[in-house]
């Protein structure tokens, strides 16, 4: 059994520290590039700190993703309809809100890792880009992501962090440079 197939069958009450989102977000920035990430989109992924600590598995599954695999998405489609191929969670943000950003209205994720983690990325997109979004789920490898007008329900406040995607999040981070805020 993997470390985050147990810390999610262990129940409710999960051993925790509290930690300042600011922490955790140089936490995250600095575990991104200890597994060569690129900068912005390690930057990204911390940048969802906030909505990531409002839920122990939500965190956990965060982490989780960060351990990779990271390979390169290919991007298809037209202005309004894209369409992300081999979408892991973390290398297929940018590309998502980027979509938006050009005036998609539709993007279709094939193949994605860690779906669970849509729903921080998509608040995290209303937040920076203010595009509300809705998910829908045509089949087992397929994920739509459309512009809505009501976009998704709100997370929880942030939460003390739970112990063990912690310690496996200062595990990604060693190798990271110790100037990783730095330019």
């Known amino acids: 059994m993997s470390w985050i197939d147990e810390f999610l069958a262990d129940g409710p009450e999960y051993v925790a520290e509290a930690r300042s989102v600011q922490d955790i977000q140089d936490l995250l920035l600095r575990a991104g590039l200890g597994v060569k990430l690129p900068l912005d989109i390690a930057a990204d992924f911390a940048g969802m700190a906030a909505l990531l600590m409002s ?7 965060a982490v989780a993703a960060l351990e990779g695999p990271h390979l390169p998405v290919r991007v298809e ?3 309004e309809h894209k369409v992300i191929d081999g979408a892991s969670i973390v290398m297929a943000a940018p590309q998502l809100s980027a979509a938006f ?3 998609a ?4 994720l094939h193949g994605l890792a860690w779906p669970q983690l849509l729903w921080p990325l998509l ?3 209303e937040q920076v880009y203010g595009f509300a ?7 087992a490898h397929t994920v739509m992501v459309s512009k809505t007008a009501t976009g998704m ?7 003390p962090v739970p112990l063990i995607p912690l310690a496996r999040l200062k ?9 990783a805020g730095a330019g």
Do not use: E, K, N, W
């Not at 839920?55 to 599954?61: G, T, V, W």
């Not at 209205?105 to 279709?108: G, K, N």
């Not at 979004?133 to 089949?139: C, E, G, M, N």
């Open 123 to 125: 608040l995290r997109i």
């Open 55 to 61: 839920d122990p598995s939500l965190f956990a599954m």
């Open 153 to 159: 329900a709100r997370l929880a406040a942030p939460q």
């Open 105 to 108: 209205t539709r993007v279709v």
């Open 101 to 103: 950003v050009d005036g």
């Open 171 to 179: 595990v990604l981070a060693v190798d990271a440079p110790d100037d």
């Open 77 to 79: 489609g037209t202005l």
């Open 133 to 139: 979004s809705q998910v829908s789920r045509p089949d």
